[in-house]
């Protein structure tokens, strides 16, 4: 059994020793990270503050879904927590924020839609290309919840799941969402009126879009269990319970833009995650005592061991909800922000 | 004007903190806490610190009762006799917000045109703008 000190499951345990090619492709991704950075940083200002944005927005998401996949063999260097890899984090990052920025430089009087595609096509592109490597260098390995939801069907000669080309495009949009809307708060601190009336009902549907695409990339991490059967909109995804985190989501956001209209939008956006936890925690308090939640064996074993005093919840899930509200939030204002941007 | 926003809000993110450590004295989980921060090489204060932050600006408006109203003692200078006298507008939380967002605009040089345009084109009705771009003369911050 896992404790906050030790742990004994094959989350913690494994083999961590590198391949020389290994080594070669963690050193050339510190090396592109490097030229890249430099390279962009002729082109934009305060490369350095994006790029820790994407790398956050990046290591959120990894932290998250940990238990859904592996990367062994990279060296006892390379790991933050369980086999979650900074290497792997900042190459990620690389891949996201370079084309990114390029497409802002050069596609600057384009409509906004035409930047989106260009975006997602690059980026899958070269989400596709880097899990390739990961994969077939022995890196990535799939837990087994996983590759049940994968079914076997893996791309010929890429030795990558089919899946992928909707798992990358649907991460990439989340993590694109939190260093974009980050970024025009942090660094490049735009200046957004106050707005009278909130469209309400457009802001819902970004919620459920939001909402519904991360729940079906997380499925394999968890098990809706003892819903109506009418209620499972796929394998054990039930619109009662994914309808209640977008309600959730949703009214905190459109009661602190009422009442806290005159606080700054940072602010707010704290606000927005702190009132979507404190209902979040204890109604996943009460799935899980109740059985309704349960966790997948490789989630479970990514486990502490430890649970909040007062309620049943592991500890990781304290952190997970907060984590999981920041990059869904990011990606419904930021969309809100361009759709209320007037021309 | 800066240096006292950030020494508040040091203050609030203080008094955050010791909340939370009292209650996690309270009902014993002082050593997660704890451990949690130790054992995450302080990536866990990524949480804990806007918690920390939101909890002590809600005690600090709550309980000491700073808050971002703008209040101006108005004193009445068009009357003699009413020397010690003075009157406190308090805006509302819209007004606040425009009162905020004018002046911001007005640092980055923005002009009033601008302004007007984009608050009229966010909703606002051009009365409260024209009230709002007064209380922004009128008002200083606290």
């Known amino acids: ?343 | 004007m800066e240096k006292t926003k950030n020494i508040r809000r040091g203050k609030r993110i203080l008094i955050g903190f010791a909340f939370m450590i009292f209650i996690s004295l309270v009902f014993g989980a002082f050593p997660f806490l704890l451990a949690s921060i130790v054992c995450t090489g302080g990536i866990s204060l990524i949480v804990y610190i806007p918690l920390a932050l939101m909890l002590g600006t809600a005690i600090d408006k709550l309980i000491f009762n700073r808050n971002n109203k703008i209040e101006e003692q108005i004193s009445a200078n068009t009357d003699k006799n009413n020397v010690g006298s003075d009157n406190q507008i308090l805006l509302t939380k819209d007004q606040i917000a425009l009162v905020n967002y004018i002046r911001e605009a007005q640092s980055r040089g923005m002009d009033t045109n601008s302004i007007f345009l984009a608050l009229k084109d966010n909703g606002w009705m051009e009365d409260d703008i024209r009230k709002a771009f007064g209380y922004s003369q009128t008002h200083t911050k606290i």
């Not at chain 1, 490049?188 to 519904?212: C, E, G, Q, T, Y």
């Not at chain 1, 309600?247 to 009442?259: A, E, G, N, P, R």
């Open chain 1, 1 to 343: 059994m896992n404790t906050l000190f030790y742990c004994s499951s094959p989350a913690c345990y494994f083999d961590k020793i590198p391949t020389g090619s290994i080594i070669f492709f963690e050193f050339i991704i510190v090396l592109a990270v490097l030229l890249s950075l430099n390279f962009l940083s002729k082109i934009e200002k305060k490369v350095l503050y994006k790029f820790l944005i994407v790398a956050l927005g990046i290591f959120i998401f990894e932290f998250f879904t940990a238990p859904m996949w592996h990367n062994y063999h990279l060296g006892g260097w390379a790991y933050v927590y369980r086999s979650v890899s900074w290497v792997l984090t900042i190459g990620w990052a690389t891949l996201i924020i370079v084309p990114s920025i390029l497409i802002d430089v050069h596609m600057v009087n384009r409509k906004i839609w035409e930047r989106v595609l260009a975006y997602m096509l690059s980026i899958t592109v070269l989400g596709l290309i880097g899990e390739t490597l990961v994969v077939n260098l022995g890196i990535r390995s799939y837990a087994p919840e996983t590759l049940s939801v994968i079914n076997g069907h893996f791309i010929p000669f890429l030795n990558i799941p089919w899946k992928a080309i909707y798992y990358i495009p649907v991460f990439m949009a989340l993590v694109l969402s939190f260093y974009k809307y980050w970024s025009l708060l942090l660094v490049d601190k735009i200046l957004i009126p106050p707005i009278k009336k909130n469209k309400i009902w457009r802001n819902l549907l970004i919620s459920m879009l939001a909402v519904f695409l991360f729940e079906l990339m997380i499925e394999p991490m968890v098990i809706n269990a003892k819903m109506p059967a009418w209620s499972y909109i796929y394998r054990d995804i039930s619109f009662i319970i994914t309808g209640g985190w977008i309600l959730i989501i949703w009214l905190s956001m459109t009661l602190v833009d009422k009442f806290f209209i005159h606080f700054s939008l940072r602010d707010k956006t704290m606000l927005y995650v702190l009132f979507g936890t404190i209902v979040t925690l204890p109604i996943e308090s009460w799935l899980i005592i109740n059985k309704y939640r349960l966790y997948e064996l490789s989630t479970v074993e990514n486990f502490s061991g430890y649970h909040i005093p007062l309620t049943s919840l592991p500890v990781e899930i304290a952190f997970a909800i907060p984590f999981y509200l920041i990059l869904i939030i990011s990606f419904i204002k930021y969309w809100i922000y361009k759709f209320d941007l007037k021309k």
